[in-house]
């Protein structure tokens, strides 16, 4: 059996270890470039993994370049995985693995099919989710199921905390599915396609902050787009920006103003005003050090 992996993330990793781990055949692995890594949440040159257990290894910029598609065309391989890559895989490249090209998803699909998977589970209050293991077609996380895995969004959860969360489930479903893949005994599953939903793309710009809306809505905003990803944001006097990477959810019994303005400011943190509420900013960035004023505004 003949395989290759593809990846550029901490997904890519833990699957690669499990392989190491099962001695699964792995016969080539495809790294992303730490030249073309920024702009990548969560980069991890995997090629030194491979290269430090014997793996043979390939850096790409865009696994579709002729040449990269020519070698796998030439390594006849049984399974593709393509784990932790945004690119998109073409038909040629599915026509070349034998048994399938494996992909992964961070949710229960068939739902939530689409991008910024976290994040999107985060900002709906999604609890009890799970990760999947996939045959990738030509549509959107659409292929065949080869298994799932657990696990729980608690209400304090970061995104951060969530990846953590997210790869101990990826290292036991990556595990069992592989095991199987060697026992012959993998059976995928069709998805139901009327059970289908879509996450739409999110941008850096999404993450600027509605102080209008709840004290809720605006927490799980600010835990869902932090790090390691761009973060939530507000502009001080409507021009400085100050992303905020964490706060707490606070009553407001003694301050009567606009949503948007600052209540009150201390060494360690500062309250701004909700909809029905304070939101307590406990870290962040103010990115052109301007001085914070009670009384002045986020917008």
């Known amino acids: 059996m003949r395989n290759i992996l593809i990846g550029s993330v901490a997904s890519s990793r833990l699957i690669l270890q499990e392989m190491i781990k099962l001695a699964f055949p792995v016969d080539m692995v495809f790294s992303l470039d730490e030249k073309y890594s920024e702009g990548v949440s969560g980069y991890e040159p995997i090629h030194r993994i491979a290269e430090q257990n014997g793996i043979p290894y ?24 393509v784990v932790g890559l945004s690119q998109i895989v073409p038909r040629e490249m599915i026509d070349c693995a034998s048994k399938g090209v494996v992909g992964f998803h961070p949710t229960p699909l068939p739902k939530f099919r689409g991008r910024a998977a976290i994040v999107w589970q985060i900002l709906l209050g999604v609890r009890e ?20 895995e657990e696990y729980v969004i608690d209400d304090g959860d970061y995104a951060e905390d969530v990846r953590k969360k997210l790869h101990i489930a990826i290292s036991k479903l990556s595990s069992r599915v592989l095991k199987q893949i060697m026992a012959g005994t993998l059976h995928p599953v069709k998805q139901k396609e009327d059970e289908a939903t879509y996450l739409l793309v999110r941008r850096p710009e999404d993450g600027h902050i509605d102080w209008n809306r709840p004290a809720d809505e605006i927490h799980r905003l600010v835990r869902a787009v932090s790090r390691p990803y761009p973060g939530a944001f507000g502009l001080y006097d409507g021009e400085h920006p100050v992303t905020i990477w964490r706060a707490e959810k606070r009553a407001n019994t003694k301050y009567i103003g606009i949503p948007g303005q600052i209540a009150n400011i201390a060494e360690t943190y500062f309250d701004v005003l909700a909809a029905d509420g304070l939101i307590r900013v406990t870290d962040y960035e103010n990115r052109d050090g301007v001085r914070l004023l009670a ?5």
Request: glycine letters at 8%; charged letters at 35%.
């Open 58 to 81: 390939r850096k790409f910029k865009k696994i579709n370049d002729r040449e990269n598609l020519e070698f796998i065309k030439e390594m006849q391989p049984d399974y593709i995985f």
């Open 129 to 148: 989710t799970k990760c999947t293991l996939f045959l990738i077609d030509e549509g959107m996380d659409s292929g065949d199921i080869i298994g799932q």
């Open 295 to 299: 009384g002045h505004k986020l917008k």
